[in-house]
């Protein structure tokens, strides 16, 4: 029994899969080349399997076919135009410029022809040293670049048996990523409502606002994988209780997203009583359950939330137990305090039936937006729109484009041994932006030392070869297994992996100094061309990213209006406007990351202008989140109807920051509009007697809330399109 739950939750491993395809390429390619007795065949074959794992793509077993397909097609290209041009620098010199700006361009359509682009890129230099081996050009070179051809294919047969035989594996991981990254943001927004004073609030809630873009992540991932898999298969019954499971994730990330009150007013109020570290307690078990639900769901485990469901009724009691002492200056917050329990007990709520998705009553519109091009004519359409220096992938085609040519100017010039490495090492260094090639530069340096040393100790051990194949093989499992959060060891891995591989027809310690050396040049030459060669620097970019986040709230406020008006519906234009306006803070938390990695002469003080707009964002949004949780259809005599109007202009603000704030002009403060919408909002508050009771009334809390919000959001992009005026503010005003 314990090997079989050992076995189990080797499963649930989003990795294990992965890993076991590639050993099984590799075990395969091994036992071909030793039933052929010709072990140098084995490198070719280990080159392809590689460069036709890096390119697979999540999709059904019939789209990951024609994926494959596609990218056969483009490999045989590469390899054979490589294998063509190889005789003649110039030329060759030509092609590789050519071929790879148009490649880097061709990933603007989409991250699956973005995955291929790059496989292809990786096959050219893995063709270029294919032929290096065998002394240039001679009569075995063709049939050796069709053993590359036939690696590739080999595991992309088995990658699609796979995707047929265990079709729903990923989409289940994919879900307990889900729940998994939700819990984490249930438990840090939990630490909001400690009432503890003097801790920083402003850095809780950038680390909430950077756990939150880690949902939205999970739940792009996740879309993307339920939708791939859903195109032919409508009626599969297993499939459409995952996207009801996908719903369930999206209203749980909207009301544990919410903000009902300002967070420092109850602590003030309630600093001597219970309730906040009721709420706080029940948060934190919310999200202790999410976690536990993400297990559940890997191992088809029944899901109690016990816990969870005693911490509610502790926090109803508590609110009770407020009530009953009558205190006037309690009064005001009791019904706020309601409104947050009701809103964590339908949270609650929606966490239980995750199980049982079968159960949810509630009438959904199951479409799922598509983002994948339509036609030709819009797959150009996008590859067009971003020939423009304002581009990422534009800059990021030349830049690359740049250094690899660099690199085989000089590889051509010194004529080093094995020097087709440093091409190698300038394509897998060399990324989109500043912070993520340092991090890649040090890492792949430190990753090949590591796997030197390795590889030079298994070789001197080991001489045996068939010893040398087993490491070889294990060593290309374990880069898979880390290539994506354990760089180093992923880098160390593959150096071991060519290492003991080419000991198999050669001297593999005469390759240790000249991949060490390739390396070192690889990854001069990727820092370089970061650094001077269109420099993406962030902080350029930070005002429109800022911009479209207010764009994106702006429309994410119209639909939850227009909601108001028509009536409440999960429909796609209201879920993709929420997607959305995630999708755009989370964009904004990412790039201010990768600023605080960037030189400091570049970053100034823009990061931390940045950060303070990014919180004061984040805050809007959870308040926008809140207004959506209690969306409802308003009749016309109904009073909360008056407040519509106020939204619209609410709206018709945001429009008029954002638009200021993408064109960087002078940006018009909003404090006194948004005073006379507070004002605006008092009035319809009703009579003296409804205010002597406290009538707490949703749809008006939250607009003043946000209304509320305005005028900072407003100086905090002034800060940001006059970095000069960045002086004039105190740098710890209260968010």
Same mark, same amino acid.
């Given at each position: 029994?314990?090997?079989?739950?050992?076995?189990?939750?080797?499963?649930?491993?989003?990795?294990?899969?992965?890993?076991?395809?590639?050993?099984?390429?590799?075990?395969?390619?091994?036992?071909?080349?030793?039933?052929?007795?010709?072990?140098?065949?084995?490198?070719?074959?280990?080159?392809?399997?590689?460069?036709?794992?890096?390119?697979?793509?999540?999709?059904?077993?019939?789209?990951?076919?024609?994926?494959?397909?596609?990218?056969?097609?483009?490999?045989?290209?590469?390899?054979?135009?490589?294998?063509?041009?190889?005789?003649?620098?110039?030329?060759?010199? +030509?092609?590789?410029?050519?071929?790879?700006?148009?490649?880097?361009?061709?990933?603007?359509?989409?991250?699956?022809?973005?995955?291929?682009?790059?496989?292809?890129?990786? @096959?050219?230099?893995?063709?270029?040293?294919?032929?290096?081996?065998?002394?240039?050009?001679?009569?075995?070179?063709?049939?050796?670049?069709?053993?590359?051809?036939?690696?590739?294919?080999?595991?992309?047969?088995?990658?699609?048996?796979?995707?047929?035989?265990?079709?729903?594996?990923?989409?289940?991981?994919?879900?307990? %990523?889900?729940?998994?990254?939700?819990?984490?943001?249930?438990?840090?927004?939990?630490?909001?409502?400690?009432?503890?004073?003097?801790?920083?609030?402003?850095?809780?809630?950038?680390?909430?606002?950077?756990?939150?873009?880690?949902?939205?992540?999970?739940?792009?991932?996740?879309?993307?994988?339920?939708? %791939?898999?859903?195109?032919?298969?409508?009626?599969?019954?297993?499939?459409? /209780?995952?996207?009801?499971?996908?719903?369930?994730?999206?209203?749980?990330?909207?009301?544990?997203?919410?903000?009902?009150?300002?967070?420092?007013?109850?602590?003030?109020?309630?600093?001597?009583?219970?309730?906040?570290?009721?709420?706080?307690?029940?948060?934190?078990?919310?999200? $202790?359950?999410?976690?536990?639900?993400?297990?559940?769901?890997?191992?088809?485990?029944?899901?109690?939330?016990?816990?969870?469901?005693?911490?509610?009724?502790?926090? %109803?009691?508590?609110?009770?137990?407020?009530?009953?002492?009558?205190?006037?200056?309690?009064?005001?917050?009791?019904?706020?305090?309601?409104?947050?329990?009701?809103?964590?007990?339908?949270?609650?709520?929606?966490?239980?039936?995750?199980?049982?998705?079968?159960?949810?009553?509630?009438?959904?519109?199951?479409?799922?937006?598509?983002?994948?091009?339509?036609?030709? @004519?819009?797959?150009?359409?996008?590859?067009?729109?971003?020939?423009?220096?304002?581009?990422?992938?534009?800059?990021?085609?030349?830049?690359?484009?740049?250094?690899?040519?660099?690199?085989?100017?000089?590889?051509?010039?010194?004529?080093?041994?094995?020097?087709?490495?440093?091409?190698?090492?300038?394509?897998?260094?060399? $990324?989109?932006?500043?912070?993520?090639?340092?991090?890649?530069?040090?890492?792949?340096?430190?990753?090949?030392?590591?796997? =030197?040393?390795?590889?030079?100790?298994?070789?001197?051990?080991?001489?045996?070869?068939?010893?040398?194949?087993?490491?070889?093989?294990?060593?290309?499992?374990?880069?898979?297994?880390?290539?994506?959060?354990?760089?180093?060891?992923?880098?160390?891995?593959?150096?071991?992996?060519?290492?003991?591989?080419?000991?198999?027809?050669?001297?593999?310690?005469?390759?240790?100094?000249?991949? =060490?050396?390739?390396?070192?040049?690889?990854?001069?030459?990727?820092?370089?061309? +970061?650094?001077?060669?269109?420099?993406?620097?962030?902080? %350029?970019?930070?005002?429109?990213?800022?911009?479209?986040?207010?764009?994106?709230?702006?429309?994410?406020?119209?639909?939850?209006?227009?909601?108001?008006?028509?009536?409440?519906?999960?429909?796609?234009?209201?879920?993709?406007?929420?997607?959305?306006?995630?999708?755009?803070?989370?964009? =904004?938390?990412?790039?201010?990351?990768?600023?605080?990695?960037?030189?400091?002469?570049?970053?100034?003080?823009?990061?931390?202008?940045?950060?303070?707009?990014?919180?004061?964002?984040?805050?809007?949004?959870?308040?926008?989140?809140?207004?959506?949780?209690?969306?409802?259809?308003?009749?016309?005599?109904?009073?909360?109807?008056?407040?519509?109007?106020?939204?619209?202009?609410?709206?018709?603000? @945001?429009?008029?920051?954002?638009?200021?704030?993408?064109?960087?002009?002078?940006?018009?403060?909003?404090?006194?509009?948004?005073?006379? =919408?507070?004002?605006?909002?008092?009035?319809?508050?009703?009579?003296?007697?409804?205010?002597? +009771?406290?009538?707490?009334?949703?749809?008006?809390?939250?607009?003043?809330?946000?209304?509320?919000?305005?005028?900072?959001?407003?100086?905090?992009?002034? /800060?940001?399109?006059?970095?000069?005026?960045?002086?004039?503010?105190?740098?710890?005003?209260?968010?």
């Amino acid at each position: 029994m314990p090997l079989t739950h050992s076995l189990r939750r080797l499963w649930t491993l989003d990795k294990f899969a992965y890993s076991l395809r590639v050993f099984i390429a590799f075990s395969g390619a091994l036992l071909f080349s030793g039933l052929a007795g010709d072990v140098a065949l084995v490198i070719p074959l280990f080159l392809g399997i590689i460069a036709s794992a890096l390119s697979e793509t999540d999709d059904s077993w019939q789209g990951r076919l024609q994926a494959l397909v596609v990218t056969l097609l483009c490999f045989a290209s590469a390899s054979f135009v490589v294998q063509w041009l190889f005789p003649w620098p110039w030329l060759f010199a +030509v092609g590789l410029a050519v071929s790879t700006f148009t490649l880097i361009m061709l990933g603007a359509i989409g991250q699956r022809y973005a995955t291929i682009a790059s496989g292809t890129l990786i @096959l050219s230099i893995y063709s270029m040293i294919n032929i290096e081996q065998h002394g240039g050009v001679d009569e075995d070179v063709a049939s050796r670049q069709l053993l590359l051809l036939a690696g590739a294919a080999w595991y992309g047969a088995i990658s699609v048996v796979w995707c047929a035989l265990f079709s729903r594996q990923p989409v289940k991981q994919s879900m307990a %990523r889900v729940y998994k990254a939700l819990g984490e943001f249930l438990i840090l927004k939990s630490a909001l409502f400690e009432p503890v004073r003097g801790v920083d609030v402003e850095a809780r809630r950038v680390a909430l606002a950077r756990q939150n873009g880690k949902v939205v992540d999970a739940l792009n991932q996740a879309k993307e994988m339920i939708f %791939r898999r859903l195109e032919g298969q409508r009626g599969s019954r297993k499939l459409n /209780r995952y996207l009801k499971i996908y719903f369930i994730a999206q209203d749980i990330h909207e009301r544990a997203s919410s903000t009902h009150y300002p967070y420092s007013a109850l602590t003030d109020a309630f600093f001597h009583h219970d309730v906040l570290f009721r709420c706080q307690r029940l948060l934190d078990q919310q999200g $202790r359950a999410c976690r536990q639900l993400a297990k559940s769901l890997l191992l088809n485990r029944p899901f109690s939330h016990e816990q969870s469901e005693q911490a509610l009724a502790d926090l %109803r009691a508590s609110i009770d137990n407020l009530s009953e002492r009558g205190k006037p200056e309690w009064r005001p917050l009791i019904r706020p305090l309601n409104a947050l329990a009701d809103n964590l007990s339908t949270l609650e709520a929606q966490i239980a039936s995750v199980h049982n998705p079968d159960t949810d009553s509630e009438r959904r519109d199951s479409a799922l937006y598509d983002r994948s091009p339509s036609s030709l @004519l819009e797959a150009w359409k996008r590859v067009r729109l971003n020939f423009t220096l304002g581009s990422p992938t534009f800059r990021h085609a030349v830049r690359l484009t740049t250094a690899l040519v660099a690199g085989y100017g000089l590889l051509q010039w010194l004529d080093p041994q094995q020097g087709f490495w440093i091409l190698l090492t300038t394509l897998f260094v060399c $990324r989109p932006n500043f912070a993520t090639t340092r991090r890649f530069l040090s890492q792949r340096i430190l990753g090949t030392v590591l796997g =030197l040393i390795a590889g030079w100790a298994s070789i001197s051990l080991f001489p045996q070869p068939l010893i040398q194949s087993m490491i070889a093989v294990a060593a290309g499992v374990s880069f898979f297994a880390n290539r994506e959060k354990h760089y180093v060891i992923a880098t160390a891995s593959i150096t071991l992996l060519v290492l003991c591989s080419f000991n198999q027809v050669g001297d593999g310690f005469d390759l240790i100094w000249p991949r =060490l050396f390739d390396t070192l040049i690889g990854s001069l030459i990727a820092g370089l061309a +970061v650094f001077f060669i269109l420099p993406d620097w962030q902080s %350029r970019r930070l005002y429109r990213e800022a911009a479209k986040v207010l764009t994106n709230h702006r429309r994410y406020l119209d639909e939850i209006v227009h909601q108001y008006e028509e009536g409440k519906q999960d429909d796609l234009a209201y879920r993709l406007a929420r997607r959305n306006a995630h999708n755009a803070d989370a964009a =904004l938390s990412t790039l201010l990351t990768n600023m605080l990695h960037e030189p400091g002469h570049y970053r100034k003080q823009d990061a931390d202008n940045g950060l303070r707009f990014l919180v004061l964002s984040n805050t809007l949004l959870s308040h926008l989140s809140a207004l959506g949780a209690h969306r409802h259809r308003l009749a016309e005599d109904e009073d909360d109807a008056a407040f519509v109007p106020l939204a619209k202009r609410i709206s018709a603000l @945001l429009e008029q920051l954002a638009e200021q704030l993408d064109k960087r002009l002078p940006v018009e403060p909003l404090t006194a509009p948004a005073n006379e =919408l507070l004002s605006q909002l008092e009035e319809q508050s009703g009579t003296a007697e409804e205010k002597a +009771v406290t009538l707490y009334r949703p749809i008006q809390s939250q607009l003043r809330l946000i209304a509320s919000q305005l005028g900072p959001l407003s100086d905090a992009a002034n /800060r940001l399109t006059s970095p000069s005026a960045e002086k004039l503010h105190e740098p710890n005003a209260a968010v």
